[in-house]
């Protein structure tokens, strides 16, 4: 039999491994946020973002495309009526996983992924504040420019001293 090239299943066949993800994105979606092992987490990432990818443009293709991954109705109907409108003014990054601690039972590394629901910042607004940043910094810079000549004045005659004791004491050898 040929190793499978895709990686690592999560335990059984493909078929088990994509019921698997189909529940663990439903309850992602339904409850806003779960806890499970790193793996599942890692392999849940990618998968649930795709789903709402697709809720975000809202045509009946992509809702049916859905309902063939998430056989729920309920779920799939909050998903692009509330949750895809709330993913409008993002481009990606619509989960958030947290490490936990291991799992008691079997030590297990554990995670919680949740749905990123925060407004993102408009993009005029992180111009803004990109150019504000740079004249402070262009303004830090300009000012320490300014003190560093005074202090290589205030060191350069006590270099020079120092130099021109060891000059004398040379002459005087």
Same mark, same amino acid.
């Given at each position: @039999?040929?190793?499978?090239? =895709?990686?690592?299943?999560?335990?059984? !066949?493909?078929?088990?491994?994509?019921?698997?993800?189909?529940?663990?994105?439903?309850?992602?979606? &339904?409850?806003?946020?779960?806890?499970?092992?790193?793996? =599942?987490?890692? @392999?849940?990432?990618?998968?649930?973002?795709?789903?709402?990818?697709?809720?975000? !443009?809202?045509?009946?293709?992509?809702?049916?495309?859905?309902?063939?991954?998430?056989?729920?109705?309920?779920?799939?109907?909050?998903?692009?009526?509330?949750?895809?409108?709330?993913?409008?003014?993002?481009?990606?990054?619509?989960?958030?996983?947290?490490?936990?601690?291991?799992?008691?039972?079997?030590?297990?590394? @554990? !995670?919680?992924?949740?749905?990123?629901?925060?407004?993102?910042? !408009?993009?005029?607004?992180?111009?803004?504040?990109?150019?504000?940043?740079? =004249?402070?910094?262009?303004? &830090?810079?300009?000012?320490? $420019?300014?003190?560093?000549?005074? &202090? $290589?004045?205030?060191?350069?005659?006590?270099? *020079?001293?120092? *130099?021109?004791?060891? &000059? *004398?004491?040379?002459?005087?050898?």
């Amino acid at each position: @039999m040929p190793t499978p090239k =895709k990686g690592a299943r999560l335990g059984g !066949s493909a078929a088990q491994q994509a019921h698997l993800l189909s529940n663990l994105a439903a309850s992602l979606f &339904e409850h806003g946020a779960i806890k499970t092992t790193d793996a =599942k987490a890692k @392999m849940l990432r990618p998968y649930a973002e795709k789903i709402i990818t697709k809720a975000k !443009s809202g045509t009946l293709a992509d809702r049916r495309q859905v309902l063939k991954l998430i056989p729920h109705k309920d779920v799939v109907a909050h998903l692009f009526e509330d949750l895809g409108p709330q993913f409008a003014n993002r481009d990606g990054g619509y989960t958030r996983t947290i490490k936990l601690e291991n799992r008691r039972g079997d030590n297990a590394p @554990m !995670s919680q992924i949740s749905l990123v629901l925060e407004e993102t910042v !408009s993009a005029e607004a992180t111009r803004a504040t990109r150019a504000a940043a740079s =004249k402070s910094a262009e303004a &830090e810079e300009a000012a320490a $420019e300014e003190e560093t000549p005074a &202090e $290589e004045t205030t060191e350069a005659p006590a270099e *020079e001293a120092t *130099e021109a004791a060891a &000059e *004398e004491t040379t002459e005087e050898k």
